[in-house]
């Protein structure tokens, strides 16, 4: 999140509250399309595969924005529970470098692959 000196008492700085508040607004609302999305993870995962945990790997297939106000982006994996808590952490930092979600709360979310038909 953005750092601004400001002082109340001189008012040096409180000019810059105000744009730095649109930008928020714009981040808080962004949202990013999915194929933009899985062409970001595929550059993730080429960089940086996820670590295997217990000799069992952890497949991404492919990513989504389910919301914004704020940002939630899900990861449809085939194991979400062995998603290391350090990768997941990651990967938001990635979205945030990649899209620029500066000043907002960026929530990631793993969930199970459907198999067809279901």
């Known amino acids: 999140a953005p750092f601004l000196r400001i002082s ?11 744009p730095w508040v649109d930008v928020i ?3 808080w609302e962004s949202r990013i399309p ?9 550059r993730v995962l080429a960089q940086n595969p996820p670590p295997t945990r217990k000799g069992k790997r952890l497949q991404m297939y492919y990513i989504t924005q389910a919301r914004s106000s704020p940002p939630q982006f899900v990861f449809f ?8 808590p350090a990768y997941e ?4 930092r990635k979205i945030r ?6 000043g907002v709360p960026v929530r990631i979310a793993m969930r199970p692959r459907r198999a067809l038909g279901e």
């Open 8 to 18: 109340a008492l001189t008012g040096s700085g409180v000019s810059r509250i105000l």
């Open 25 to 27: 607004k714009s981040n």
């Open 34 to 42: 999915t194929a933009q999305l899985n062409h970001f993870l595929h």
């Open 77 to 84: 994996v085939n194991r979400p529970q062995i998603a290391s």
């Open 89 to 92: 952490r990651f990967l938001e």
């Open 97 to 102: 470098e990649t899209f620029g979600f500066e």
